[in-house]
C-alpha cells in the first residue's frame, strides 16, 4: 500500500466520520498534514510503525493496531492523535457540519469578535475597595546592586 493510503487509514480509524461529519481523510486531514512538517514528521513516523496492509485490514483490525502502538509508543501516538484532531477541527468541511449541527458560526472568534457592553467599574467596586492582600516591602535600589539583604 502507498504512504497516502496508510496515513489515509490511519487518520479514518481515529476519526471514521459518520453522517453528519466527514471522515478525517475526506476532510482533507492528509493533505493538510503534509503542510505542516511536525505533524507529517509524527504521522509519517507511526504509518511507518503500521503493517504494510494496514489500509486493507478490516476496522476492528485496525483499531487493534493503533491500541498496540498507544501501549508501544505513548508519546508518538499521543502526538499523532492530536496531529490528526488539530488539524480535523480546522478544515472546512468539518467546520460546515459544526455550523449545521448546531446553527452556530464555527470560526474563530477574532477578528470579528464578540460584542462586548463598555465596561462598568461597578461590578469590581467592592474587590477595588478592599485592603490589599500583601505586604508593602521596602522600596528597592535598582542602583544599589547585591541583594536587599535586612
Same mark, same amino acid.
Given at each position: 500500500m502507498s504512504a497516502p493510503t496508510v496515513l489515509a487509514a490511519l487518520c479514518d480509524t481515529l476519526v471514521p466520520g459518520d453522517d453528519t461529519y466527514p471522515a478525517a481523510s475526506a476532510a482533507g486531514v492528509v493533505? @493538510? *498534514?503534509r503542510e505542516h512538517a511536525r505533524f507529517a $514528521?509524527? =504521522?509519517d513516523d507511526l504509518a511507518a #510503525? =503500521? %503493517?504494510e496492509d494496514f489500509a486493507a485490514l478490516g476496522e476492528a483490525e485496525r483499531? &487493534?493496531?493503533l491500541e498496540r502502538l498507544e501501549v508501544s509508543q505513548e508519546a508518538l501516538f499521543s502526538a499523532a492523535?492530536? &496531529?490528526v484532531y488539530s488539524l480535523y477541527y480546522t478544515r472546512q468541511p468539518v467546520l460546515d457540519a459544526i455550523e449545521k449541527t448546531n446553527g452556530y *458560526? $464555527? #470560526?474563530p472568534p477574532q477578528p470579528q469578535g464578540h460584542a462586548l457592553p463598555p465596561f462598568d467599574p461597578a461590578i469590581v $467596586?467592592?474587590?477595588a475597595a478592599r485592603a490589599p492582600h500583601y505586604r508593602p516591602t %521596602? @522600596? #528597592?535600589n535598582p542602583n544599589a546592586g547585591g541583594s536587599d539583604a535586612h
Open positions: 493533505e @493538510a *498534514s $514528521a509524527t =504521522l #510503525r =503500521l %503493517p483499531v &487493534a493496531e492523535v492530536v &496531529a *458560526s $464555527a #470560526r $467596586a467592592v474587590q %521596602p @522600596a #528597592r
